[in-house]
């Protein structure tokens, strides 16, 4: 269905081809799964057939038979017959004048091989012309509305991830480190789900760097009205969870205590205006002005993203983006507060968009500063 849905798109706008090579694409329209980092198979979508690409390390019964019920024919690349060799044969067979490809996936160097092998190549899939295809994000477009069966593999992610927390409140205590922390999620992630994104583990001044990497650094010991952020996340059936929650060593400052009870509100309040509003950069934009009058500086990321097999896709929630909220999306809130070199906190949640515009957290650790 996903890829009948695919090819009438591509008729619509009258392209021939359309070479898919991202992985995450691939799993959406075939449900093979491919390791990040590898280039272990293509797809190619024409406006009637469907190729896919791989090697014979890959190729099982199981995936023959997962392809042949999908109409989905199998080419098996190797030292004599490579891709170029596959698309030349295919442009000829179907009069294809030239291939459309993912430009923010297909490297500089895969696609001058293709040119250097005189497969057609579609420059206008790097410049789109005026009236054209803008195909770099056409599938991911298609992923932001998740189906049923989505939803309960990433409702089943952040039921997973509640308990990964859970489960971790009693190894934590005054003395230990962020990397120690990490440690244990690790450990949990292995004996039980993988995790979908490389955790962040943050202490006092690091909490205030949005992005720090507590495999390099994480040293950092939790003292007595130290507060710690984590943000994780599991991947079920391939599709992620994303929270973040914040932790305190005793009782917090009363400085520290008002400022969250200001960031719960913000996104309590950012919650309530996804089911109200039309644009996600509208709700971005009210929750940054919430902070700035209540005397916080604005946070750089966005306020969100929308979440899937990939951590991070469609829909944009940023204040540069115009993308409308709509039913079936699935999307983090995660507004933030930092002070440089003093502490940072930040709340996040995983919601979905539901019929009428109901937004429903699918994370449900609570949202009270954790107190060890």
């Known amino acids: 269905m996903r890829i009948q849905s695919l090819q009438s798109i591509l008729q619509e706008k009258k392209v021939s081809a359309l070479l898919v090579t991202t992985p995450s694409n691939i799993y959406y329209l075939c449900g093979f799964g491919i390791a990040l980092g590898e280039r272990s198979a293509y797809m190619l979508v024409t406006q009637k057939s469907v190729y896919f690409f791989t090697d014979s390390r890959y190729v099982s019964e199981?995936?023959?038979?997962?392809?042949?019920?999908?109409?989905?024919?199998?080419?098996?690349?190797?030292?004599e017959k490579n891709l170029s060799v596959y698309l030349l044969e295919i442009s000829k067979a179907e009069k294809i004048k030239s291939f459309?490809?993912?430009?923010?996936?297909?490297?500089?160097?895969?696609?001058?091989?293709?040119?250097?092998?005189?497969?057609?190549?579609?420059?206008?899939?790097?410049?789109?012309?005026?009236?054209?295809?803008?195909?770099?994000?056409?599938?991911?477009?298609?992923?932001?509305k998740k189906d049923p069966e989505e939803i309960k593999a990433i409702k089943k992610a952040c039921e997973l991830v509640d308990l990964c927390l859970s489960e971790l409140l009693p190894y934590l205590h005054v003395g230990i480190s962020e990397k120690e922390v990490l440690r244990i999620l690790s450990r949990w992630f292995i004996n039980n789900s993988p995790t979908s994104f490389d955790p962040i583990v943050a202490i006092d001044e690091n909490a205030a760097i949005p992005h720090y990497d507590t495999q390099t650094n994480g040293e950092k010991v939790a003292k007595s009205e130290s507060i710690m952020l984590i943000d994780c996340g599991i991947s079920y059936n391939r599709y992620a969870s994303d929270i973040t929650r914040m932790f305190a060593f005793g009782t917090p400052s009363q400085r520290i205590r008002k400022a969250y009870e200001i960031l719960k509100q913000v996104q309590d309040d950012a919650v309530v205006d996804l089911s109200q509003m039309k644009f996600y950069k509208e709700a971005d934009e009210k929750c940054r002005n919430s902070l700035k009058t209540a005397g916080f500086p604005p946070f750089e990321h966005a306020l969100g993203h929308g979440i899937g097999i990939d951590v991070h896709e469609l829909p944009h929630f940023s204040p540069r983006n115009n993308d409308t909220i709509e039913e079936g999306h699935v999307v983090t809130v995660e507004p933030g507060i930092y002070i440089l070199g003093a502490w940072g906190m930040r709340l996040e949640d995983t919601v979905v968009v539901g019929k009428n515009k109901q937004v429903i957290r699918l994370t449900k650790t609570s949202r009270e500063m954790i107190i060890i």
């Open 62 to 79: 199981r995936l023959k038979a997962d392809l042949k019920r999908q109409k989905i024919v199998l080419k098996i690349i190797s030292r």
């Open 100 to 144: 459309y490809f993912e430009h923010d996936d297909l490297s500089v160097a895969e696609f001058e091989w293709l040119k250097e092998k005189k497969v057609p190549m579609h420059w206008d899939s790097i410049v789109p012309p005026t009236a054209g295809l803008q195909n770099d994000r056409l599938i991911e477009s298609m992923r932001t």
